[in-house]
């Protein structure tokens, strides 16, 4: 996935902050469907796999579910990674997970 691509409206982060107070905003219907798509298949992916586990993400992952349902979690991770994928895009930059 080359940068022009990730940078559709749409998969590119919003923000508003104001004040010291950070808002981000979620993922719009406006641009590139497809990756949209791919980003939300790919996270209910990881969904259905992180129940067993006990990292600092699938424990996050599980308290989300919990509180907001499975599809609204799917879309929070889908944004997550179109975050992670904008910024190594924009700053050409491999993935760094953590340790």
Do not use: E
Request: net charge positive; with cysteine.
């Amino acid at each position: 996935m080359d940068a022009a691509s990730i940078n559709n409206p749409g998969v590119v982060p919003k923000q508003h902050s104001s004040g010291g107070k950070q808002i981000l905003l979620g993922i719009s219907k406006r641009g590139n469907r497809y990756i949209r798509t791919l980003l939300i298949h790919g996270a209910r992916s990881v969904l259905r796999h992180c129940t067993d586990k006990a990292d600092k993400l699938s424990l996050w992952l599980q308290a989300l579910i919990s509180r907001r349902g499975f599809n609204k979690a799917a879309v929070a991770l889908a944004n997550k990674n179109a975050r992670i994928l904008w910024a190594m895009a924009n700053n050409h930059k491999d993935y760094k997970a953590f340790a």
